[in-house]
């Protein structure tokens, strides 16, 4: 799990907060940003496109930070 869920769309989905095409439908939204030499982070744009509510965003975001620490740590055991 820890591979597919560090990304935030996934997380939001495992969460299910959002559905699976809503992640799709922010992916090709944040697409069109990047075309156009912008940068935008797919959770405010799920949240401004109405499918995520902000305290949601938050906490996953929150997870996925955790997530982030639990593996440096592995790998800073492993490299020892």
């Known amino acids: 799990m820890a591979e597919v869920a560090r990304k ?19 992916l090709r939204i944040q ?7 912008n940068r935008k982070p797919l959770g405010r744009i799920l949240v401004e496109a109405g499918y ?5 965003l938050e906490s996953a975001l929150s997870i996925q930070r955790s997530m982030s620490v639990v593996r440096r740590s592995k790998r800073r055991r492993t490299m020892k």
């Open 8 to 26: 935030i769309g996934q997380i939001l989905v495992r969460m299910g907060h959002i559905t699976q095409e809503q992640l799709e439908e922010g």
């Open 31 to 37: 697409e069109q940003y990047a075309l156009a030499n």
């Open 52 to 56: 995520l509510e902000e305290r949601y």
